[in-house]
């Protein structure tokens, strides 16, 4: 007899199984395979052109399959339409600058998937509200985007994705280029959301303050799967050799100390 389907709530966030793709005729990914499943926070780490980004790319759909599998929530890919659930913060660079917009109006285009044709109602102010406070821009509303500093406009572009208050967080190197006190606050953004039961699917290049947050690591070398398992501090010096990684704890301006993991 077969058994039943398992019901959608025990399903991986993410399932990703042999999962190929390239960038123009370069291959980026090699058949990866990456499970998410609800709640947890995993971070995706490698060097420089390791295909990290073009993982997270991949499952929000931006970078195609050539071969493999992508389900979403249990839904296949090609047949998921609610995208509501699903929260995208892109590296900063490529999402930044030129744009002619209040800071609660970017914040404010993150709830468009749950408005209806594009006006929004009182839960969608609110919501939009909530997501200026977590990340500490309430007092910022009415300000230009072009005004901010880096660390605040990557804020912003986090604060637009909590503003449709997702289940599933994707994160492209949420923490490059911010600096302390801006990594802080949206350590303790992204907590609140982790305690809500969100989750977090990071690309990151170092843990730094949002290391005690993350359940998994999965190491990508060269778009393969290297290591799938406790984050870099907790499985020793030399269980990832020919990656550097800068201990988060270092202190700044010192010579960081290598782990053996990324560059």
Not at 74 to 80: A, H, Q, S
Not at 244 to 261: F, I, N, Q, W
Request: hydrophobic share 45%.
């Amino acid at each position: 007899m077969q058994s039943p389907p398992r019901p959608a709530q025990d399903q991986p966030v993410i399932s990703l199984r042999g999962a190929t793709a390239s960038l123009g005729s370069r291959p980026v990914l090699r058949g990866i395979d990456l499970t998410v499943g609800r709640g947890e926070v995993v971070a995706l780490l490698g060097a420089n052109g390791s295909g990290k980004s073009t993982a997270v790319r991949a499952v929000v759909g931006q970078v195609p399959l050539t071969d493999g599998d992508l389900a979403l929530f249990g839904t296949e890919f090609k047949r998921f339409r609610d995208w509501s659930r699903i929260g995208y913060v892109p590296q900063r660079t490529t999402a930044a600058g030129g744009v002619p917009a209040t800071v609660r109006e970017v914040v404010s285009s993150g709830r468009l998937a749950r408005s209806r044709f594009g006006l929004l109602r009182k839960a969608d102010r609110a919501a939009v509200e909530r997501a200026l406070a977590l990340v500490d821009m309430d007092a910022y509303a009415g300000v230009s985007v072009n005004a901010l500093s880096g660390g605040q406009h990557q804020r912003v572009l986090i604060a637009r994705a909590l503003a449709g208050e997702p289940e599933l967080l994707l994160m492209d190197e949420p923490m490059a280029g911010v600096d302390l006190a801006n990594q802080e606050v949206l350590a303790k953004a992204l907590r609140e959301q982790v305690a809500a039961g969100a989750t977090v699917l990071l690309v990151l290049h170092e843990l730094g303050p949002l290391e005690p947050l993350i359940d998994r690591a999965v190491v990508l070398r060269d778009g393969c799967v290297v290591h799938d398992g406790p984050p870099p501090e907790a499985v020793g010096q030399h269980a990832l050799p020919g990656h550097d990684h800068v201990h988060p704890h270092a202190a700044h301006g010192a010579e960081p100390l290598r782990t053996g993991l990324l560059s």
